[in-house]
């Protein structure tokens, strides 16, 4: 899948770059099995999952490098449902341009909590090298110290509510 720029410069998008556009730019095109961008066949058969609408990874493959030019209105249907656009997306350029430029508003709101996130990480102690490592994990690895964290949590919650009930210990 290629690096498409955000429209609204001279030229209107292409078909191709417009699906590209929302395969980058929204987490339905990160596989969650991998938390790395899908496949061709893997957000085919993720479209045709959600949506009941048909897609082939071939054909999915030639809309996004323009080899289709006028793919069937169920594609054109499962695609919208699967990134939760209007239909005119892929249609009327002024409603791309809308959708595109609240896409990349949301993207940028969330890089901000993502930095927010990082810097709190960094000042409570948790080293760089860790977080890149969790970046390596699988999502049943990363679901694990979720787990783990929220159990934490809990059992914390716990001691300090004990210790309120208990009083100032006689040390």
Not at 35 to 44: F, I, N, S
Not at 145 to 162: D, G, P, Y
Request: proline share 5%; charged share 30%.
């Amino acid at each position: 899948m290629t690096n498409t720029t955000l429209p609204g410069g001279q030229r209107p998008m292409s078909l191709a770059e417009k699906i590209t556009f929302l395969f980058e730019n929204l987490d339905e095109g990160i596989d969650p099995r991998t938390g790395k961008p899908y496949r061709y066949k893997e957000a085919a058969a993720a479209i045709t999952d959600k949506t009941g609408k048909e897609i082939t990874g071939n054909g999915l493959w030639k809309l996004m490098t323009g080899k289709t030019q006028d793919p069937k209105k169920s594609t054109l249907e499962g695609l919208a449902a699967f990134f939760e656009v209007e239909i005119d997306y892929f249609f009327d350029n002024a409603t791309s341009k809308r959708a595109a430029e609240r896409i990349a508003a949301r993207a940028a709101e969330r890089a901000e909590r993502q930095a927010e996130l990082l810097d709190l990480l960094e000042k409570n102690g948790v080293p760089q090298v860790h977080l890149r490592q969790l970046s390596d994990l699988s999502p049943a690895g990363k679901q694990m110290i979720a787990q783990a964290i929220a159990q934490t949590l809990r059992v914390e919650q716990l001691e300090r509510e004990a210790a309120e009930r208990d009083g100032p210990s006689s040390k």
